[in-house]
């Protein structure tokens, strides 16, 4: 089991910037993929962001393609989502979520969260218009 602790959240305005962190402990060793999901009030959680182990592969939701940018360092079992360009639309919880299975079948791209094993707490991003 992974543990997982986001940090980096908070308000800002639309147009602005936040850097959201990720840090691993446990075993983190056995992560595979790191990805960032969200959840607005009322709405279900949704996919944003995910990277391999070695960093080369990144996949993006399309509605944060070209704003935000996920990076991990393994060094020190820590992932990143630099969130640039923000939104109002972007305002969420963002969890932090791993996974220990190599891509394959329905579990492919890591778009699902089924596809993860271990979940963060979350952490609140606030974007004022």
């Known amino acids: 089991q992974v543990q997982l602790v986001e940090s980096g959240g908070g308000l800002v305005q639309a147009g602005g910037s936040l850097r959201l962190s990720c840090a691993a402990s446990?075993?983190?060793?056995?992560?595979?993929?790191m990805g960032w999901f969200r959840q607005a009030p009322g709405k279900e959680r949704e996919f944003v962001a995910v990277?391999?182990?070695?960093?080369?592969?990144?996949d993006y939701a399309d509605a944060v393609k070209g704003r935000f940018t996920i990076s991990r360092d393994n060094t020190k079992n820590m992932a990143y989502l630099q969130m640039n360009s923000l939104k109002p639309e972007d305002t969420a919880v963002y969890y932090c979520?791993?996974?220990?299975?190599?891509?394959?079948?329905?579990?492919?791209?890591?778009?699902?969260?089924?596809?993860?094993?271990?979940w963060g707490q979350g952490t609140q991003v606030t974007v004022s218009s």
């Open positions: 990277i391999n182990r070695s960093g080369s592969n990144t």
């Open positions: 979520t791993t996974s220990i299975r190599l891509p394959t079948g329905a579990c492919s791209n890591f778009r699902e969260s089924r596809c993860y094993d271990d």
């Open positions: 446990g075993r983190p060793s056995w992560i595979y993929a």
